[in-house]
């Protein structure tokens, strides 16, 4: 029997694990304007010391595990003919579609700095001194605040949070996070509400606020979105409108019994790229695909390179009070980060033992 066409679009943690995963089972062809594979949960190490080790060439992984690579970017679906239009002007059809495009921070136009542009702000941190404002108290933003304060000393930063820092953190996670921060120099400012960076009056901005789903392709070919943007999906990860695409990642809106809502996460994103893989070769083979089983275990937050927290939580991600902190947590979310990489480099060299890891499936 032929081996089926699938589509990859996106090369970030879920689009590059289905499609390894897929390799020995079908013809894959992996869509990506860009030649590397970016570690994003490093982009805020690159934003405060400009890291050049955090990106990862494509052909390295793709070429060796047979994987087709089109670097350009994919501007239509088609569902009823099964086809993606690129930015070149090719059309490529599929069996089957893996939309995996991630997420994006919301634009804050064009006097502020994103995590997506932290080569950017790296170069404009070089210019200083001044201030800098990092807008959003989440994780992302912990973790930027606490990275650029410690290794940019001339430069003052500042935090701004419509909410409290850490909300999803435990009462002891949320006074860590405060007293490194605070520690490192970081002006912490909670319950502020900003609508955009000409509010601010500082040298610099980051926005780190929520992310949104990358879904408007899929929106525009008639795909299913849920009401928080992303694409609806079942347990298998199809899409429930267009069972011959699966969305994987940030972009879907994937739910399990033991978890619930799964928030956008490299820790998310892995295991449901290659679910996404075993669904597809189970319905290759004429099998019903199971249902993704996942549940959370912690949050990993690095505060600089010598400090850190792992919040443990339960499986919905809600958080229990027990903590790690300190350089024990902060060489623990280190070794969680550099085994993102070994778990892609595994499917590259051996797919079929992925699903064999705690976790994934």
Aim: with cysteine.
């Amino acid at each position: 029997m032929e081996k089926q066409q699938v589509l990859v679009l996106g090369a970030g943690y879920a689009g590059l694990m289905a499609a390894l995963r897929l390799a020995p089972h079908t013809r894959v062809t992996l869509v990506d304007p860009s030649t590397a594979f970016t570690e994003r949960v490093r982009l805020h190490e690159r934003a405060a010391t400009g890291r050049p080790d955090i990106t990862h060439p494509l052909d390295a992984l793709a070429r060796r595990a047979g994987i087709a690579h089109v670097a350009a970017r994919a501007t239509r679906i088609d569902p009823a003919a099964r086809q993606v239009t690129t930015d070149d002007g090719r059309r490529l059809p599929y069996d089957r579609l893996v939309y995996a495009l991630g997420s994006r921070t919301p634009d804050p136009g064009e006097r502020a700095y994103t995590p997506e542009t932290a080569a950017e702000l790296h170069k404009r941190l070089l210019d200083g001194p001044g201030e800098l404002t990092v807008v959003g108290g989440g994780l992302t933003g912990i973790e930027l605040a606490a990275e650029i304060a410690e290794s940019q000393h001339a430069w003052k930063v500042r935090l701004i949070t419509g909410d409290e820092v850490g909300t999803g953190l435990s009462a002891k996670g949320r006074a860590h996070v405060r007293s490194t921060l605070t520690g490192l120099g970081v002006r912490i400012e909670e319950g502020r509400r900003v609508a955009g960076p000409e509010d601010i009056d500082t040298d610099a901005v980051v926005w780190a606020t929520a992310m949104t789903a990358n879904t408007a392709l899929a929106e525009a070919a008639g795909i299913t979105l849920d009401p928080s943007g992303g694409i609806s999906v079942d347990g298998a990860l199809r899409s429930v409108s267009h069972p011959e695409i699966y969305a994987v990642g940030d972009a879907a809106a994937m739910t399990t019994p033991a978890a619930g809502h799964l928030r956008m996460a490299c820790a998310t994103a892995l295991p449901a790229g290659s679910h996404a893989a075993s669904s597809i070769i189970a319905e290759t083979r004429g099998r019903q695909p199971e249902p993704l089983r996942f549940r959370f275990v912690v949050q990993c937050v690095s505060l600089g390179r010598r400090d850190g927290l792992i919040q443990l939580v339960r499986a919905d991600d809600s958080p229990r009070e027990r903590v790690l902190r300190g350089g024990l947590a902060a060489r623990t979310k280190e070794r969680v980060v550099r085994s993102t990489v070994s778990m892609l480099r595994l499917a590259a060299r051996r797919p079929g033992a992925v699903p064999l890891i705690p976790g994934m499936s």
